[in-house]
């Protein structure tokens, strides 16, 4: 019987990362693709899966493109000018902006994944990424901060710690965020 669960479980644990992965991937299929579906299908008479989909993702694309042309300078200009006039909507526009920056724009903040001692008495290591290489703007010139991704979650915690304190991992920065998401359990390279 206990061979019988035991296997049991192994084949859940085969199946439990590819079917949520596929759930999440369907889920979030079906709401991109139903933000046009009733709009679309009045005007073309039927429907036609992933339509939707597709309309956002040329949308999408063709924004970008017009926002890297000479088009969208002077609205461009407009809006930040704009931005300035009201507080609150300034402070939560460059946050968010800063943010997917950080992520998927060209100044990409999480490409220096490092280790850094936390405990020195018991050789505590916490790997994280380095944000920015100095903090002499806050009158912290020996320090640097870094952001530590929480495990199984997305979001993290930035701490300001001695340069001293902080060894540089030599492994592409995706490789150690998937490490440190996962709680440690996937492997690295």
């Not at 439990?16 to 992965?21: D, K, L, N, Q, S």
């Not at 609205?75 to 407009?78: A, G, K, Q, T």
């Given at each position: 019987m206990k061979r019988i669960i035991y296997y049991f479980l192994q084949g859940v644990l085969i199946i439990?990362?590819?079917?949520?992965?596929a759930y999440v991937i369907y889920l979030i299929f079906n709401f991109a693709d139903g933000l046009l579906v009733d709009q679309l299908t009045k005007l073309i008479g039927f429907r036609i899966p992933g339509l939707g989909l597709l309309l956002i993702?040329?949308?999408l694309t063709f924004l970008g493109f017009i926002a890297h042309t000479i088009i969208a300078k002077p609205?461009?200009?407009?809006y930040q000018?704009?931005?300035k006039r009201v507080p609150m909507l300034k402070t939560i526009y460059s946050s968010i902006n800063d943010l997917f920056s950080a992520f998927i724009g060209k100044e990409k903040k999480f490409?220096?994944?490092?280790?850094?001692l936390i405990n020195k008495e018991n050789e505590?290591?916490?790997l994280g990424f380095m944000t920015q290489k100095t903090m002499e703007e806050f009158g912290l010139k020996e320090?640097?901060?870094i952001y530590f991704p929480h495990s199984y979650n997305f979001s993290g915690e930035l701490y300001i710690v001695?340069?001293?304190s902080v060894k540089k991992v030599d492994l592409p920065p995706a490789e150690v965020m998937k490490f440190i998401v996962s709680g440690g359990v996937t492997r690295v390279l």
């Open positions: 439990a990362p590819v079917a949520v992965t993702v040329i949308f609205f461009s200009y407009l000018k704009l931005l490409n220096v994944p490092v280790l850094v505590l290591w916490k320090m640097v901060p001695p340069a001293t």
